[in-house]
C-alpha cells in the first residue's frame, strides 16, 4: 500500500531566462498544431481525426444517433467535451474493469459502511474519494465529511483531486481528470482517476489489460458542432508493450551484443552534436545529459523546425519536478509528431536509463538522420 508526501508544492516554468530570447533562432519554423496544444496546456492523445468542411459542421448533417446522443449531452456554446461513444459504452472489457473497480472501492470502504453501485452516481461529489484517499493514503484532506451544495462539492472535489495530483507526481498536462468532468458524472474521467489511483496504491490489483473505448470529441462552434473521433486506453496496452519489447533491437542491443553499443552510442552522440553544435551545445554522455530533458527539447526544436519558448520549460531545471515537466513535454511533443509510437515512462529518462533515452534518441534519427544542418 502506497502512501505519499505533500512537502513541496508543484512548480510551474516561467520567469527570465539566463539566454537570449533567439536562442533558436535558426529554426524558426514553426509547427503551430504542436506549439499551439502546449501554450494551451492540453493534453496529447494519438486521435484519428476527421476531417470536416464548414458544411458538415451542422449537427443536422450527422446520424441519427449521434443526434439523440447530442441531446442527451448538451454542449453548451464555445465550449468542447469528450465523451464515451455509445458503440463504447457497454463492451464487455470496459464493464469488467468498472465491476472490478466498484468491488475494490466496497472491499477498501468495508469498515466505514460506504457501498458504491455506480461510478458515475456515487463519486461525483467527493465523498467517496474523500474517504478512499484517507484509508490509502493515511493522510488527512482538509475538507468537510459530506458536501451537499455544488459549491461545497466543488470545492472539496478541488481539494481531494490536488492531492491525488501530487500524490501521484502528475503535472495538470498529464490529468486526464478534472473538478468539472467529475462532478458531471463524467464515465471517462472517473475511470481514468480510479485506474490511476489503483496503479498507485494497490499495484497488485488485476485491471482487466487493453481496455479501450471509442470516444468523440464535441465543440460546440458558432458554426454548429465539430467533432473528432478517437480510440483512447484506459487502462494499460500490454499487447502493444510484449510486442514491442519481444522484438525490440535494443533488448537484443544490451543483452547480446554489449560490444556493440558504444558504437551505437558514438552514432548518436554524433547525430545529436550535428543538430544541437549551433546552439554552442556539445552533448559527450547519453545517460547524464538528457536527464533533465533540455538537451531533448532542443534537438526536437531543431530537428522539427520550430521555435520552443523558454517560457514553456525549465532550462535550468533544478529538481526532479521540473527535470520531469521537460521530459514530459518533449515525449509530448514527439507523440504529436507521429514520432513516438510506443509507451515511455518518463521517469526512466530522468533517472538517467541508457535504454530508454537511445530508443528515443532512436526516433529522430531514423527521421532525421539524412537531415542537413
Not at 63 to 92: D, R
Not at 121 to 133: A, N
Not at 246 to 256: M, T
Request: aromatic share 6%.
Amino acid at each position: 500500500m502506497g502512501g505519499c508526501s505533500f512537502g513541496a508544492g508543484r512548480a510551474e516554468p516561467g520567469g527570465p531566462s539566463p539566454l537570449p530570447t533567439n536562442f533558436i533562432a535558426p529554426a524558426v519554423r514553426r509547427s503551430w498544431k504542436s506549439f499551439r496544444r502546449i501554450a494551451e496546456g492540453e493534453n496529447i492523445y494519438q486521435e484519428r481525426e476527421k476531417a470536416m468542411d464548414p458544411a458538415s459542421l451542422n449537427v443536422l448533417t450527422q446520424p441519427a444517433a449521434l443526434n439523440q446522443f447530442l441531446a442527451e449531452n448538451a454542449i453548451a456554446q464555445g465550449e468542447k467535451k469528450k465523451l464515451i461513444k455509445p458503440t463504447s459504452s457497454h463492451n464487455t472489457k470496459l464493464e469488467e474493469l468498472k465491476l472490478l473497480l466498484i468491488d475494490w472501492i466496497n472491499t477498501t470502504l468495508k469498515e466505514e459502511h460506504i457501498v458504491v453501485k455506480s461510478l458515475e452516481e456515487d463519486l461525483y461529489d467527493g465523498l467517496v474519494l474523500h474517504h478512499l484517499l484517507e484509508n490509502l493514503g493515511s493522510l488527512k484532506l482538509d475538507v468537510d465529511k459530506i458536501a451537499l451544495t455544488e459549491k461545497k462539492q466543488r470545492q472539496k472535489l478541488s481539494v481531494i483531486l490536488e492531492a491525488v495530483a501530487k500524490c501521484l507526481q502528475l503535472e495538470e498536462s498529464q490529468l486526464k481528470w478534472s473538478v468539472e468532468s467529475i462532478l458531471t458524472k463524467d464515465l471517462l474521467s472517473t475511470l481514468h482517476l480510479l485506474v490511476a489511483i489503483a496503479k498507485h496504491f494497490k499495484p497488485s490489483l488485476a485491471m482487466p489489460p487493453n481496455v479501450q473505448v471509442e470516444t468523440i470529441t464535441i465543440e460546440n462552434t458558432s458554426r454548429g458542432l465539430k467533432t473528432a473521433n478517437a480510440v483512447e486506453y484506459i487502462t494499460e496496452n500490454k499487447e502493444s508493450l510484449e510486442v514491442q519489447s519481444k522484438d525490440d533491437a535494443f533488448d537484443e542491443l544490451f543483452s547480446r551484443a554489449p560490444d556493440k553499443l558504444d558504437a551505437v552510442k558514438k552514432v548518436f552522440l554524433q547525430f545529436v552534436n550535428q543538430h544541437v553544435g549551433k546552439l554552442g551545445l556539445n552533448v559527450k554522455d547519453i545517460e547524464s545529459q538528457f536527464a533533465d530533458g533540455v538537451i531533448l527539447l532542443l534537438l526536437i526544436g531543431q530537428l522539427e523546425g520550430y521555435f520552443l519558448n523558454l517560457r514553456n520549460f525549465f532550462l535550468t531545471p533544478a529538481s526532479t519536478t521540473e527535470m520531469l515537466h521537460n521530459v514530459n513535454l518533449a515525449l509530448d511533443l514527439l507523440a504529436d509528431g507521429g514520432l513516438l509510437n510506443f509507451s515511455v515512462n518518463s521517469e526512466d529518462i530522468v533517472n538517467g536509463d541508457v535504454k530508454t533515452t537511445m530508443r528515443i534518441l532512436y526516433c529522430l534519427y531514423s527521421k532525421y538522420k539524412t537531415k542537413e544542418t
